[in-house]
């Protein structure tokens, strides 16, 4: 069996040491501690000009819920025609009614808008936040979504395999369902024996040191619990572990 594993990613280190640890597919974002914002042009053409593997751009203008504004939906219209400029591959988005269902509509226009510039679409974990995912699968196939980005409405991937595989056999194959969330190489193996997906997404957390000399510790740019001499970083062990447990 061949596996799909799709590193999610903030910033340009972290592209180099996910792909040496063997990812098959870039997630690009902006602040991955919300959950992942739209990336920068620069950082999309950047990413573009050295990754080999596919790297898809989450379009998501804002942190918090799915249910966005007629001007939220006009700002993800750029930011999928800048993926496109940019030479990305495909762009990850998710849109919810407020009763938790899907967004037809608006998702429908950001999916043709996508698929005119000739760009794939992930429909991302938005779908852990729907009421009815059944439903919601059959509805994000019409949609033309190649695949979902899903924990199965669980608190971690390993805590939801059994509605994925509930997901992968109601898919048949129409539509690809990834795991994602709390995904490791110490559970992997067992997430995709019991979900029967074959492709999964991670992040792979690590952080290195800053290289400055000088240390401002009274200065903070943001949260105070957050160390600023701290750099997120993609670990690429982690990585690795993971694909050799696939393997």
């Known amino acids: 069996m061949n596996y799909h594993i799709e590193v999610c990613i903030d910033n340009i280190e972290s592209l180099h040491q996910a792909i040496a640890g063997g990812a098959t597919r870039i997630e690009l974002c902006s602040s991955l501690a919300l959950g992942g914002l739209t990336p920068s042009f620069g950082f999309m053409r950047q990413a573009a000009a050295h990754s080999p593997i596919p790297v898809y751009a989450m379009i998501r203008p804002r942190q918090g819920d799915f249910f ?78 190649e695949r979902i980005l899903t924990s199965g409405l669980a608190p971690s ?3 939801g395999a059994a509605l994925l595989a509930s997901l992968v056999e109601q898919a048949a194959g129409r539509i690809a369902i990834m795991a994602g969330a709390g995904v490791n190489a110490s559970n ?50 982690a990585i690795a572990k993971t694909v050799s447990a696939l393997k």
């Open 68 to 145: 966005y504004t007629e001007e939220e939906v006009e700002i993800m219209m750029w930011d999928i025609e800048m993926a496109q400029r940019a030479g990305l591959q495909g762009v990850v988005l998710g849109l919810l009614n407020p009763d938790g269902s899907i967004d037809r509509k608006r998702t429908q226009r950001l999916c043709q808008h996508a698929t005119a510039l000739d760009l794939g679409v992930t429909f991302h974990r938005a779908f852990d936040q729907c009421s009815e995912p059944k439903q919601a699968l059959e509805e994000i196939i019409t949609l033309g979504c």
């Open 157 to 159: 991937a390993p805590q």
């Open 188 to 237: 992997v193996k067992e997430l995709v024996a019991k979900s029967h997906v074959t492709e999964v997404h991670l992040s792979g957390k690590g952080v290195r040191a800053s290289k400055m000399h000088f240390i401002a510790e009274q200065s903070k740019m943001g949260a105070a619990d957050v160390d600023d001499f701290m750099i997120p970083l993609t670990d690429i062990e």
